[in-house]
């Protein structure tokens, strides 16, 4: 009874060498692919990516950056918050 039968430890013996599983290649892949960094985002990732609220972005940050429509949608040039958040001075 210690011992399995032929048949199972040949298929553990074929599994153990097999490698990596479909599941486990793709999770591979997709860590090594180059993110493309989007041109233009919805308003909650813009107020997300500058990690204030959304009051205080509609207020302060929304009128000094450049806007397209998509349909019903706006979204942001992400250029334009970059180029707002580095002409911020500095603290400190």
């Given at each position: 009874?210690?011992?399995?039968?032929?048949?199972?430890?040949?298929?553990?013996?074929?599994?153990?060498?097999?490698?990596?599983?479909?599941?486990?290649?793709?999770?591979?892949?997709?860590?090594?692919?180059?993110?493309?960094?989007?041109?233009?985002?919805?308003?909650?990732?813009?107020?997300?990516?500058?990690?204030?609220?959304?009051?205080?972005?509609?207020?302060?940050?929304?009128p000094?950056?450049n806007?397209?429509?998509?349909?019903?949608?706006?979204?942001?040039?992400?250029?334009?918050?970059?180029?707002?958040?580095?002409?911020?001075?500095?603290?400190?």
């Amino acid at each position: 009874m210690d011992q399995m039968p032929e048949i199972v430890q040949v298929e553990a013996e074929i599994a153990d060498t097999a490698g990596p599983n479909r599941a486990e290649r793709r999770a591979k892949a997709s860590d090594n692919r180059r993110r493309v960094r989007p041109r233009f985002i919805s308003i909650k990732e813009g107020h997300e990516y500058l990690n204030c609220s959304r009051s205080y972005f509609y207020a302060e940050i929304y009128p000094k950056i450049n806007k397209v429509k998509l349909g019903r949608r706006t979204l942001l040039e992400l250029d334009s918050i970059d180029a707002l958040a580095d002409s911020l001075p500095a603290v400190g």
